[in-house]
């Protein structure tokens, strides 16, 4: 059985840093595409960034360019996502998504597999 298990959630300061981890046990050949995924309060779940196992391309939401940087390591089964110039908007739980596809890859719903999520908050 797949489970996805996110870490390094926290509270910064605007213009910040985090990076986050998503450890993958029991990953097949069906986890290729991973994704992270937000939510924030009274808001609807938003793409922020994709990768697949098989690929170095990454995938970005808006309000992920330019900011935010995916990468996985196959070795560890465990996707990232470095988080620079953070803004009080970025405020959400973050979640950690697999068993997707690269055809529907920015589609929560395609996603077969959810961590539980990790909270970050941005100060102003």
């Known amino acids: 059985q797949v489970q996805l298990k996110e870490s390094g959630g926290g509270l910064v300061q605007a213009g910040g840093s985090l990076r986050l981890s998503c450890l993958v046990s029991?990953?097949?050949?069906?986890?290729?595409?991973m994704g992270w995924f937000r939510q924030a309060p009274g808001k609807e779940r938003e793409f922020v960034a994709g990768i697949r196992w098989s690929s170095d391309s990454p995938y970005y939401g808006d309000s992920a360019k330019g900011r935010f940087t995916i990468a996985r390591d196959n070795a560890k089964n465990t996707i990232y996502l470095q988080m620079n110039t953070l803004k009080p908007e970025d405020t959400a739980v973050y979640y950690c998504?697999?068993?997707?596809?690269?055809?529907?890859?920015?589609?929560?719903?395609?996603?077969?597999?959810w961590g539980q999520g990790t909270q970050v908050t941005v100060s102003s």
């Open positions: 998504a697999g068993g997707g596809n690269v055809e529907t890859l920015r589609i929560g719903e395609a996603y077969d597999y």
């Open positions: 029991g990953r097949t050949f069906n986890t290729d595409a």
